[in-house]
């Protein structure tokens, strides 16, 4: 694997054992924009901004806010070089009613590529994901229909999200048994709070196979951020989402994070840049996807890319959220 660049102050690293490079950290549409932010000025000033600070890759889904977010974030990035630009989005998630409008059967995959693609704004995808698997479609029909994508040029490179581990090897059998262009990248959920599926299984197999790894929820919808210290602030992501509250805002959480307070302020920086840090820093990742609602929390969450964690920290942080 070739090495990581830096442009712009950001850290490009390559996508697996491709040619394409990813920034180090990336903005994701994922119940922000379209969901809790609306203000399209503000959108705009997030999305210019994190450009600016050398973001190249846009993570979206249609499932996001029903497709508002790939409506709002494509306004934006039509005003940047396309060229600059790493743009995903994703299909697997019910968008109505209808039982076929779900799933990774060719219908949907095709029908939705071509809406993301409208509401987008933009000619191709570089990165399209299958948003979890679909046991009940073959998977020799999601694969041809999404190498007949990349054949057409509509998507560059396809992924997957949540898949796992042998899920993954699977479709890597299958595509180089036909002859079909293999999944290049997967998309899990990753931080200090959940560890053992990625570390265990997902990331082993995925750099055994040469993909990269594009990772969301770095600190945990907020947790490790240290906003739920002392209780759940009404508007937050976890007073809005209760299956999350319940999976992250337990008592041994809470007493992890607030010990992670002295480590950021050795290092001088906050827990959640501590946190996105320490996610930079594992085997594996090409890139980590962040969230913003405004702009002083995406300035936080870049600068993450400031804190240097030595092997002695990385075992502090271990000790503190044990793998398991």
């Known amino acids: 694997m070739s090495e990581e660049i830096v442009y712009k102050g950001m850290p490009y690293r390559p996508l697996g054992r491709s040619g394409l490079r990813l920034s180090a950290l990336a903005l994701g549409g994922w119940t922000t924009f379209g969901g809790s932010v609306r203000d399209r000025g503000l959108v705009r000033q997030i999305i210019h901004r994190a450009f600016e600070r050398g973001i190249n890759f846009f993570d979206i889904a249609d499932v996001y806010a029903r497709g508002e977010s790939e409506r709002m974030m494509g306004e934006v990035l039509r005003e940047l ?87 993954l090897e699977a479709v890597h059998a299958l595509c180089e048994d036909k002859g079909l262009y293999p999944p290049q990248v997967e998309q899990p959920q990753y931080h200090l709070l959940a560890r053992q599926r990625v570390e265990g299984a997902v990331a082993p197999v995925a750099q055994k196979l040469g993909m990269g790894m594009v990772t969301w929820s770095p600190l945990a919808s907020g947790m490790l951020s240290g906003k739920y210290d002392e209780g759940v602030p009404e508007g937050t992501r976890l007073a809005q989402i209760e299956w999350l509250r319940d999976l992250v805002r337990t008592e041994a959480n809470v007493e992890r994070v607030r010990r992670m307070k002295t480590l950021a302020e050795q290092h001088g920086c906050t827990r959640a840049q ?19 609602t405004s702009m002083a929390q995406l300035e936080e969450n870049l600068g993450a890319l400031e804190p240097k964690l030595s092997e002695a920290s990385l075992r502090e942080l271990d000790a503190l959220f044990p793998r398991g």
């Open 274 to 292: 501590l946190a996105i840090a320490w996610v930079m820093a594992q085997p594996g990742v090409s890139s980590v996807i962040l969230g913003a």
């Open 81 to 167: 070089p396309r060229h600059e630009l790493v743009i995903s989005s994703k299909v697997f998630w019910p968008m109505s009613d209808d039982p076929n409008d779900r799933g990774l059967s060719r219908k949907h995959i095709v029908e939705s590529v071509h809406k993301s693609l409208k509401r987008i704004g933009v000619d191709y995808l570089d990165l399209y994901f299958c948003h979890r698997y679909d046991p009940s479609t073959p998977l020799e029909e999601t694969a041809r229909a999404m190498d007949d994508l990349v054949r057409q040029g509509k998507v560059l490179y396809w992924g997957t999200s949540e898949w796992e581990a042998s899920q």
